[in-house]
């Protein structure tokens, strides 16, 4: 059963709408991120969901129970801030007591509620101290402490970790993720990273200007995504996009020629369109080879490369112009300058309309 | 004590007073002369009895007449030097003086009287506090009570003043409704009515609420001041709203998030503006003046006022006061003036 029903969830500011009717059903228990880019309204819908801030219309729904009237407190829900938001002048123990207080729970409760969790969080040295004498990964501990001893249904983290540096994200991403296995609570996590979201995900919501592009678990947004956005948006490095036009769709072989005359071929059983649409090619940087100019797909002119060492990135630009990323394992001797050619992986290529920019991948929506 | 004094003894010159040495210390000794002088003169003057106030031209040091009591006068009586004439060197006591004659006896022969030229005398005079002054004060005026009149408005005025200022303040800042600029609009408007000008329409509104001539009368209308809650706001905008947020979803009631989150986090700007109300309370006079006509009620700015008659004013009394009256406002300054700067540079306030 679903925990948190979205239905037709719309906000506006005046004229501006800023959430476009928002659909969205999360099961119990699972880890929802959020992603998208910054302004397309992810903050807002979990604002939205936490009570916060008002819908305009729509329905949201907790347990069965729709809540749209419902203030914040009464909705059973936590939430960790972006700047963690930690009272300033109360120590760690007092941020931590101070929604228990609230809710009336006897004093030695309390305490043994904080305790728990300072253990379980490893804070317990920190409890005396103000927040301005914590270092930010310690912050940002407390923060989530804060939420964990209300023991509520729903977590909601809005970017809890964009201002950690890059290190100390990775930690506590793995935290995060294992209070989560550990607790089964549901939890809704906004991120523009979507490193983050892939890695910390049961379900991802792409959103874009305050619509939700695709709602999937993380490899089938990966692997299917419905459309162009989509695609561009989720896997690092991004993937590759060539203009062009279905050329012909004979023996089972669907062939596309790019705007610069280059023919790209692959299976036609996979797609549905028609001999002279506009299509955009979608090919992942890792799906891709380099080899001789006379076979390869399409040429690439080398502007840089990168040397991971174990793994090689080559970056250029088609004859379109379209900047290209091919993903290399091993180390590569391409100078910036040289031409090369670049062969696709046809199980893995993606077409798009050029329009509307949906997939046409058969069975897509 | 070493650091001090190495502190405050310090200059550019090594071993020697530099051109800048001078220059400096010439103007913060002129500077502190500038505002300590008239205090210490004050204080001084004080001490001094009503003849010596009066005396040209004056003294910095209260002194006094020294007298000598003798058998068969009630009262003390002056003594002099004789500088010149028929008892030149002698120590004489005056009784009386007639026109430009003394009439004077010596101390140790109470029955002789002596007839000496005034301009053959000299006062012989020591220095002397003259506290009855200060104790006059206690004892024949109702000093107790125009103190405890003023403690009583200025503690109260402040308090009021303090939470009506920062609930508005809270609003203001934290919440949005229509017409919030507006009513910020209003109450800064305000600034630009001079006091003068709302003066007798405040005292109909105070007399109508039968709040003439009692201390209420001067606490309410004060309530509320424009400075203040613009002062407040402007430190609340810069709390962050993620903070009430987070207190919202910690099930903390608007009233609460009020006291346990805005409050304590606007303390340096509440410390000012507390600072600043004790002093404007403390030290008015006008509207006290208006208010209050009973003697009993009086505030004491207006029993220093009644110390100046129309005909005659008691100076010793009157500057004894005023030092009494200064003292309070001194202590909370020196106490809490660290808060003042630190406050205010952190609002942006005046």
């Known amino acids: ?365 | 004590m070493a650091n001090v004094i190495s502190f405050l003894t310090r200059t550019r010159g090594i071993g020697k007073l530099h051109w800048t040495d001078w220059l400096t210390y010439g103007y913060l000794f002129l500077g502190v002369l500038l505002m300590f002088l008239p205090v210490i003169w004050l204080g001084l003057s004080s001490f001094k009895t009503e003849a010596e106030l009066e005396r040209f031209p004056p003294r910095i040091i209260p002194m006094q007449q020294e007298t000598i009591i003798v058998e068969g006068y009630d009262e003390p009586l002056p003594l002099y030097e004789i500088v010149s004439g028929e008892f030149e060197g002698e120590t004489l006591a005056q009784i009386r003086r007639v026109g430009l004659v003394a009439q004077m006896i010596r101390p140790d022969n109470p029955d002789e009287r002596l007839k000496v030229d005034i301009n053959d005398r000299q006062a012989i005079e020591k220095f002397a506090l003259a506290t009855e002054n200060y104790s006059e004060l206690f004892d024949r005026f109702n000093f107790f009570k125009f103190f405890w009149n003023s403690v009583f408005i200025t503690s109260v005025a402040t308090m009021i003043m303090l939470t009506v200022n920062s609930m508005a303040a809270f609003a203001l800042s934290k919440y949005q409704f229509t017409g919030r600029m507006v009513v910020l609009g209003l109450v800064i408007g305000t600034l630009m009515i001079p006091q003068t000008v709302v003066l007798v329409p405040l005292f109909l509104i105070t007399k109508e609420l039968n709040m003439a001539d009692s201390l209420w009368g001067v606490i309410i209308p004060g309530a509320a001041t424009p400075t203040g809650v613009f002062l407040l706001r402007q430190y609340m905008l810069t709390i962050p709203d993620e903070i009430l947020d987070a207190a919202r979803m910690d099930k903390a009631s608007e009233w609460k998030i009020f006291w346990r989150i805005i409050v304590p986090l606007s303390a340096p700007a509440i410390a000012v503006l507390a600072i600043l109300a004790i002093m404007w309370r403390w030290n008015d006079f006008l509207w006290p003046l208006i208010v209050l006509s009973s003697n009993d009620n009086f505030t004491l700015q207006l029993a220093l006022n009644s110390f100046q008659g129309e005909m005659n004013t008691q100076w010793s009394n009157l500057l004894a006061m005023t030092m009494l009256v200064l003292l309070p406002i001194a202590c909370v300054f020196v106490f809490l003036q660290k808060y003042i700067a630190t406050g205010i540079a952190s609002t942006g306030g005046k």
């Not at chain 1, 890059?166 to 809704?188: C, F, K, P, Q, Y």
């Not at chain 1, 695609?231 to 279905?246: D, K, L, T």
């Not at chain 1, 076979?295 to 250029?316: C, H, I, M, P, W």
């Not at chain 1, 001797?333 to 031409?339: A, K």
């Open chain 1, 1 to 365: 059963m679903s925990q948190l029903v979205l239905r037709d969830v719309r906000k506006s500011y005046g004229d501006l709408d800023v959430i476009k009717g928002v659909d969205l059903d999360i099961a119990k228990g699972d880890f929802c991120v959020f992603v998208g880019p910054s302004g397309c309204g992810k903050s807002t819908l979990l604002r939205m969901i936490s009570g916060l801030e008002k819908i305009t219309s729509g329905t949201i729904s907790i347990e069965g129970r729709v809540v749209n009237d419902l203030p914040a407190a009464d909705r059973g829900l936590a939430m960790v801030f972006q700047s963690y938001a930690l009272y300033p002048h109360m120590s760690v123990r007092q941020n931590l007591s101070f929604g228990l207080e609230n809710m009336r729970l006897p004093k030695a409760e309390i305490d043994a509620k904080i305790d728990q969790v300072a253990k379980m969080l490893q804070i317990e040295q920190l409890l005396d101290r103000k927040p301005k004498a914590l270092s930010g990964g310690q912050r940002q501990r407390v923060a989530i402490g804060r939420a964990v001893v209300r023991e509520p249904t729903v977590f909601l983290f809005d970017e809890p970790l964009s201002n950690l540096d890059a290190e100390l994200r990775v930690d506590m991403r793995g935290e995060i993720a294992s209070l989560h296995r550990r607790l089964g609570n549901t939890m809704i996590y906004v991120t523009h990273d979507q490193v983050e979201a892939m890695t910390m995900a049961d379900k991802i919501a792409v959103l874009r200007l305050g619509e939700v592009e695709q709602f999937g678990a993380p490899l089938e947004i990966y692997n299917n995504p419905c459309n162009i956005f989509v695609a561009g948006f989720i896997g690092s490095p991004r993937m590759n996009f060539v203009e062009g036009r279905v050329d012909s769709i004979a023996d089972g072989t669907l062939t596309v020629l790019t705007t610069t005359d280059e023919r790209i071929t692959m299976a036609a059983d996979r797609f549905d369109t028609n001999v002279g649409e506009g299509v955009t090619v979608g090919i992942r940087p890792n799906h891709m080879s380099v080899t001789d100019l006379a076979t390869a797909d399409f040429k690439v002119n080398v502007r840089d490369t990168e040397q991971l060492g174990g793994e090689s990135f080559v970056y250029g630009k088609t004859g379109q112009g379209a900047a290209i990323t091919v993903h290399l394992s091993g180390q590569t001797r391409f100078e910036p300058g040289s031409e090369i050619g670049a062969k696709l992986d046809s199980e893995h290529i993606h077409l798009f309309a050029t329009g509307t920019g949906l997939s046409l991948r058969k069975g897509a929506v």
